[in-house]
């Protein structure tokens, strides 16, 4: 290869380097805009929302993502991740009810601060194909709960659906809490673990939800909210 040849090809391949570059600097800027946004208003930001916070127009946002619930799943899987890693570290706690509530106060926390997350794991048709994901929480909880029962820490009527149920609550509450109490969760978070303690409580009148039950349940629920 001549000098001249050598040169031209060079060029050729910075100039294909350039449009990836850029390629790559606008799909992170569109993964962090959307970071902020879900975690301040949930999935109903729209595309455009996150578009408009990572200063792109909404041209460059749909060559990247087809809608916004693709973007929730690139966003969300690790997220959802991290929480059924702190579901198996809590696992490994010689205390059972420790381990209980470590899970419980951490994922809790984990949703305080982001509502998109709190969206997602609560109603998994949110996300489509990342609820498999949050499927994968399903082992680790459920051992959670019988271990602790097993233990004699946790009420024996007590279930996994009943975590739901509970991070629902908790959604009450970090909607009210505003900006003098960021952490009220904590203390509401407090009052329904100790509800599922063994000693001294009487038996619950109810029975508890199946899987099917909590989704239905939840999707009634946030389609009041949206006035559907």
């Given at each position: ?7 031209v ?11 990836r ?33 990572a ?12 809608n916004?619930q ?13 929480i059924v ?62 271990q ?26 970090y ?54």
């Amino acid at each position: 290869m001549t000098a001249r040849e050598a040169a031209v090809a060079e060029r050729e391949v910075t100039a294909a380097r350039a449009p990836r570059k850029d390629a790559a600097r606008n799909h992170a800027l569109l993964l962090e805009a959307a970071r902020e946004v879900f975690a301040e208003r949930g999935l109903d930001a729209s595309l455009d929302d996150i578009a408009r916070r990572a200063g792109l127009g909404i041209g460059t946002a749909y060559r990247h993502f087809q809608n916004k619930q693709q973007v929730a799943e690139a966003l969300f899987s690790k997220a959802i991740a991290e929480i059924v890693a702190d579901a198996e570290r809590a696992l490994t706690r010689e205390d059972p009810w420790q381990a209980f509530v470590e899970f419980f106060t951490s994922a809790a926390e984990r949703q305080a601060n982001d509502r998109g997350l709190y969206e997602a794991l609560i109603d998994a048709s949110l996300l489509g194909d990342c609820g498999r994901i949050r499927d994968q929480l399903d082992g680790p909880l459920a051992r959670l709960f019988d271990q602790a029962i097993q233990a004699g820490a946790l009420r024996a009527d007590a279930t996994p659906t009943d975590a739901g149920v509970i991070f629902a609550m908790l959604g009450a509450v970090y909607e009210m809490r505003g900006d003098g109490s960021p952490e009220l969760w904590r203390r509401y978070l407090a009052v329904l673990l100790d509800g599922l303690r063994a000693t001294g409580q009487r038996p619950l009148p109810a029975a508890a939800l199946t899987e099917d039950e909590l989704d239905l349940a939840i999707a009634h629920h946030h389609s009041r909210l949206r006035g559907d």
